[in-house]
Each structure stands twice: as C-alpha cells, then as structure tokens.
C-alpha cells in the first residue's frame, strides 16, 4: 500500500529528528569502539603509531601472560567488595534518610558531598588520612591502643586492597542513596499501613514490602555501578599507582601502562577490547538472572 504525502513527511520528519542521535551514537561509541578493535590486531608503537599486522597475535599473548589474570582477578576483587560495600552503606543511609527526622533536609545535601567532590581532591584527602607518619587514622589506632606501631595503609598487603575499596565505596555509594531514596518515596503508605496492622515489624515490613519494591531500581544499579566499578582508572592510580608492587593493579590500569608506558597501543588495546568482552559477558549473565528471578 503506497504511502500518502502525510505519511512521507512524518516518516522523513522521524528521520531528521532520529539522525542526530544516531550520528553522535556512532561518533562516541561505535567509531571509537570499531577504531580498538582494529588497533588490538597490530603492534603498535604508541609515539609513531606506526607498526604491522599480527592479528589475533595480541590476543594470543595477552592470554598466555600472568599479568592479565591477574589484574583481572584484582578487577573482580574491587569491583565486587566496593559494590557490596556501595549497597549496603547506600540502602542503610536512603532508609534513615526516609525518616521523619528534624535534621533530614541537611543531611539529604551533605550525603551527595563525597559523589561532588573531585576525585583528586578526595585522593589527596585520603591519602593524607592514611600516611603512616602524620595521618590521623593512625594517630587514633595508636591512642586507642589497637596497634602500637602505625600501619602501613597503601604500602602493604591486603591493607592497600582494603583501603582502596573503602575508598571507592565512600566516593561513590551516594549515586545508590539517590536512587533507592527516591524509589522509596514512590512506595505506597497503604502498603505499610496494612501490613502493620497484620503485625508485621520492622525487618518484615523491610524484607517483605520495602525490597520488594527496590528490586528494579536495584537491578539497574547494581549493573551500572559494577560497569563503572569496573573500569575505574583515576581513583585507583592516584591512591596506590597499582602497588604495592602489582597488588592492586586493575585491567585499566594495565591498559594505561602498556600504551603510555610500555608504548604497545595495540596490546593496550587488546586489554581494552578483552576487558569489555568480560565486562559484557558479566552484563549478560547478570540481566538473564535477574529477568529469570522477577519471571519466577
């Protein structure tokens, strides 16, 4: 059946309205992520980029290498502890500041601070917190009399790990205080209302209505702060540069160091384009699961 002139114009209007959105999808997401996996089939040298084809060669060395396995375990070691660490400290905080408390308005803007605050800034702050000589985490460990000696906070192992994840959970479990704080000013009253009429306490009132209903808000929180954790370069270069040693050197960081220090830009990029295959397969496994538990 032909189309009518109506139709054209709505149909080209769409296209018009549409083509600028695609066009700045492919300049910031399919170019540069078609642009990485062309650079990870060559050995590139980063200062000429100029190098030759090796193929899957990249691939295959990446693969036989114990460095890759283990910053990739060092990745999932900090992603998962800085994530837990985010939902339990971000759901905690949402559920007091849901409460009918004098001071809630205040405390509302002060819990965004450490989400605002630069990452360079809040690096530096902690880096002074733990300095073994004058930060005052150890001067109270000290007074307090749990350590009689100052501990070396990102110079050993596994404080360096602990540290670095306290961190991340601080900098970044605001983004899941905002999120589940305003999905518990969507639930119903009714719902509490009946279910304390039912005798229902607190922790079943919590397990039984309130999670419930933060299931999806979680479900998508939960994927994008892991995606973000995940690749997290700044925070963890600047606290630690991956040491001591290697100990918490993430798959980022590797990236950076094998195209700016070890000048391989087409190694750096196969790290890059293996880390978004883990990262994607990851997501996948994830999002059936979770579509899986709210179909049962």
Known sequence: MAMTRIERRYAWLGLALIGPTVLVFCAVIVFPLVAAIYLSLFRIYTPTLEGAWVGLGNYAELLARGEFWQALRTTLIWTAGTLTLQMLFGIAMALVLHQSLWFRSLARSLVLFPYFVSTVVAVLVWRWLFNDLYGILNHVIMVAGVSDMPLDWLGTMP????????????????????????????????????????????????????????????????????????????????????????????????????????????????????????????????IRRTRGGQGA
């Open 159 to 286: 404080n360096a790990m602990v540290s670095v994840i306290l961190v991340g959970a601080w900098k970044y479990f605001p983004f899941v205080v905002i999120a589940v704080l305003a999905r518990l000013q969507t639930i119903p009253e009714a719902l509490y209302e009946a279910a304390r009429i039912d005798g229902a306490g607190p922790v079943a009132r919590f397990f039984d209505i309130t999670l419930p209903q933060l299931r999806d808000v979680l479900v998508v929180v939960v994927m994008l702060r892991a995606i973000w954790d995940f690749k997290e370069f700044d925070l963890i270069f600047l606290l630690t540069g991956g040491g001591p040693v290697t100990a918490t050197q993430t798959l980022p960081l590797v990236v950076y160091k094998e195209a700016f220090s070890m000048n391989q830009m087409g190694m750096a990029a196969a790290h890059a384009v293996a880390m978004m295959a883990v990262m994607l397969v990851f997501m996948i496994v994830y």
